[in-house]
T-cell receptor, first 117, second 108 residues
Framework: DAGVIQSPRHEVTEMGQEVTLRCKPISGHDYLFWYRQTMMRGLELLIYFNNNVPIDDSGMPEDRFSAKMPNASFSTLKIQPSEPRDSAVYFC???????????????FGDGTRLSIL | RKEVEQDPGPFNVPEGATVAFNCTYS??????FFWYRQDCRKEPKLLMS???SGNEDGRFTAQLNRASQYISLLIRDSKLSDSATYLC?????????FGKGNQVVVIP
């Protein structure tokens, strides 16, 4: 079975550029999560969706970050303009909650390693 | 204060020994708990759920102490392949939080 698919795997770009990260969740999963991981801060939840609707975006660091989920099989995380401090590994994860967030483990994609120069 | 706190370690463990570590959570409304394992430069993967009565999966035992708001993970007969970072997760009341992880290094 296909897992969570993220692209690109690696991205290196100059500060000020727009960065778009993509995620395809596992088919049938109704929750989708975006995380950022750094050595200093660990794994941080940025935003999550339920049935394509954003539920909690309190982890989104600032207005430069935006996320969309136009349909059940695709989500994007966009950073515009990007800054060096945005350099991190960005993970997408999905889970099958049946409408309930509790008690459902998440399946992670391989992550996107983002470097902003 | 972070919602979920873990001692980063590293926990250096001789091969074959037992290692245990805790994770404290601050949200008393948390209902579900998990341990994830993350290898270097890889994604987190579910290791096991944590049930109220405690549960085992092979060499791994997870416990939950609601009164003191912590969960624990014990690894018996450590293998070299157990070297990884173990992340705990607290989930509930619509809120989800990962700890920064306990790094375990099993030494031959």
């Amino acid at each position: 079975d296909a897992g969570v698919i993220q692209s690109p795997r690696h991205e290196v770009t100059e500060m000020g550029q727009e960065v778009t990260l993509r995620c395809k969740p596992i088919s049938g999963h109704d929750y989708l999560f975006w995380y950022r991981q750094t050595m200093m801060r660990g794994l941080e939840l940025l935003i999550y969706f339920n049935n394509n609707v954003p539920i909690d975006d309190s982890g989104m660091p600032e207005d430069r970050f935006s996320a969309k989920m136009p349909n059940a099989s695709f989500s994007t995380l966009k950073i515009q303009p990007s800054e060096p401090r945005d350099s991190a590994v960005y993970f997408c994860a999905s889970s099958s909650g049946g409408g309930e967030l509790v008690n459902q483990p998440q399946h992670f994609g391989d992550g996107t390693r983002l470097s902003i120069l | 204060r972070k919602e979920v706190e873990q001692d980063p370690g590293p926990f250096n463990v001789p091969e074959g020994a037992t290692v245990a570590f805790n994770c404290t959570y601050s949200n008393s409304a948390s209902q579900s708990f998990f341990w994830y394992r993350q290898d270097c430069r890889k994604e987190p993967k579910l290791l096991m759920s944590v049930y109220s009565s405690g549960n085992e999966d092979g060499r791994f035992t997870a416990q939950l102490n609601r009164a003191s708001q912590y969960i624990s993970l014990l690894i018996r007969d450590s293998k070299l392949s157990d070297s990884a970072t173990y992340l705990c997760v607290a989930l509930g009341d619509g809120r989800l939080a990962f700890g920064k992880g306990n790094q375990v290094v099993v030494i031959p």
